[in-house]
């Protein structure tokens, strides 16, 4: 029922000061915006939020400066629901002043990441800003109180996510860092340091995308995610909340048969490890992160039987599977994030081991592929490992051998097990004895018969003999033996009490 009577004054200035928030009474910034090729706040609110769920906080802010204008002061933010789960939004306006942080949305901020800590509830930020607003640096006046402290301690607690539609410099670039997923859209650019603070250091004129282009975030691990567009970005935001509550859509299983054919008979052919994950995952459920960084590894999300995880997996088309830096970085912080929100951790092994050599020794190697191994060790949630061809040396014992106490350490027949490479194996075993054989052809056979006797040792058959895994599996039965052992899983809201670690790097 519409009650058309004149409202009091007072109602009336509160019901016009919230009317002038929407874009239908901006039509020259939402004009300037669609001419950027780039989506208002207000637009990707209502696609990310469900119907009718957002509730605003701070909405009639206005900014400090006198004689400054601003809707919301360039910060919506608020409750809402995201496929029926409780979130809090923080989201810029580039149309307000460039989006830039201003005294009082930093206290907004602070307002919300408050109320997220308190409430559990996951923060979703759509980061599209140049950083603080000179304009309200006055003195005794602190632009950032604080925001970004009560940013990372979120870290852990709820998840976060990052979504950057543009241009995100300096404090927008600072909280997109502390994200645990970071959504970027083509064409967006992001850096500590924008055009202006890049000119007075250095001496140069760059534009924002010069300085710090998507894609080369993508490759250096700064982004999650990349999408073509907000829609896309919108999506992904959805669909990485999903893994971190009951699944309700439909469960299609793939055929499993069709793991049979996935890894070659040749040892030395590579294959693609994400046709495996596809294989024994629900259909289409597999979200990537960090595709384009680190590729000797794979990690993502998905679900089995409706059950959602997370899976680290060597990818052999690269570097045949070896665990560089990056590599053990990537999977190490991914491991954490399955660990702090109670998802159990799928490894899928096939590797030579770390990488050696002395540019890997230049990188850190030492330390940084600590840092998987104490994640993993240290971790509370459920590990799975399937063995789906090598397992040798450290790069085995770090992807879950008997060591790790897995759930289930299952291996498929062509599994090879060595506490190194078996070529080079044989190399340190018999390096003298062969060379002391002069006929080169004789020499050359005796390897062969050295390599072969120590394939047999660590095939899987034998290694299995040997107690080194639970079971040697048809490949096609993997996804089943997976979701049974995950039917014996505790509830992971009734997770011990986390412990800390200190990062080895």
Known sequence: MTDERQPRADLDAVLKARAAL?????PEAVARQHARGRWTVRQALSALADPDSFVEYGGLTRPVIDGMQGAADGLVMGTARIDGRPVDLVM??????????SYLNHHKLCRMFAHAAKLKLPVVSWLDGGGARPQDGAPGRRLAPETFVLFAQLSGVVPTVGIVPSRAFAGHANLAGMCDCLIGIEGSALGLGGPPLVAAAMGVTMTPEEIGPLQAHAKAGVIDVVARDEAEAIQAARRYLSYFQPWQGPVEAPDPLALRDVVPENRRRAYEVRRVIEGLCDVESFMEMRRDFARSIVTGFARIDGRPLGIVANQPRHMAGAIDSQAAEKAARFAQICDAFGLPVLLLCDTPGLMVGPESERSGIVRRSARLLTALANARVPLMTVVLRKAYGL??????????RPAVLLAWPGAEYGGMGLEGAVEIAHGRALA???DEAVREARRAELLAEMQHAGSALETAARFLYDDVIDPAETRARLSLTMDTFPDTRDLPPRRGWIEPY
């Open 22 to 26: 929407h874009d239908q009474a901006r």
């Open 92 to 101: 810029y306006d580039y149309t307000v002043h460039g989006g830039s942080q």
């Open 395 to 404: 790069g085995f014992y770090i992807m879950g051998s008997q060591a790790l």
């Open 436 to 438: 002391a054989i002069d």
